[in-house]
């Protein structure tokens, strides 16, 4: 297995855990919080699959999925189209009402097929390209995508986790 097929393999697990996360769920039961500022299922989600968008696109060259592919428009959030849920308040990830589990996992599925499309592409000398000269060191590809990844994973996890805290 060469280095992008692996990460086109590791990117697919976040869609497959995301799908048993979400579907089926209404959107009062992706909205509802566990504690009082705990992040619902439909945050999590959102922000995960934003956070892969807006990071690959960014080193790709591309336009976010997001907006090229209309579901800034379709989700209608009161939040900024370049939001993805870095620094947001309880009450702004309270404002992030993911209108349906259907549309939600559309959006994860158009990233998913940007993510795999790019990821196919690259070579192993690829992943020391620097793309983020704010951070000593500078930040690689390679560990652009693994911090992605990462991020991906745990808000997954939670996502499925919060699930089985609902009984859903």
Excluded: C
Excluded at 23 to 44: F, H, K, S, Y
Excluded at 51 to 69: K, N, P, R, S
């Amino acid at each position: 297995m060469d280095t992008r097929d692996l990460l086109t393999y590791a990117y697919s697990q976040v869609g497959e855990t995301l799908h048993a996360a979400v579907e089926g769920l209404t959107p009062d039961q992706l909205a509802e919080r566990v504690g009082p500022d705990a992040n619902p299922i439909g945050w999590l989600a959102w922000h995960l699959v934003r956070v892969q968008d807006d990071h690959l696109a960014e080193v790709a060259g591309t336009e976010q999925v997001w907006t090229a592919q209309g579901f800034a428009g379709r989700f209608a959030l009161p939040v900024d189209d370049a939001a993805i849920g870095y620094g947001m308040s309880s009450e702004e990830v309270a404002s992030v009402r993911v209108p349906s589990a259907e549309l939600l996992l559309e959006y994860a599925d158009a990233v998913a097929a940007r993510s795999a499309e790019y990821l196919g592409g690259l070579s192993d000398d690829d992943l020391d390209r620097v793309v983020d000269e704010r951070w000593d060191p500078p930040v690689t590809l390679g560990v652009r995508l693994v911090s992605v990844l990462s991020d991906d994973l745990q808000h997954v996890g939670q996502a499925a986790y919060v699930r089985g805290l609902l009984g859903t």
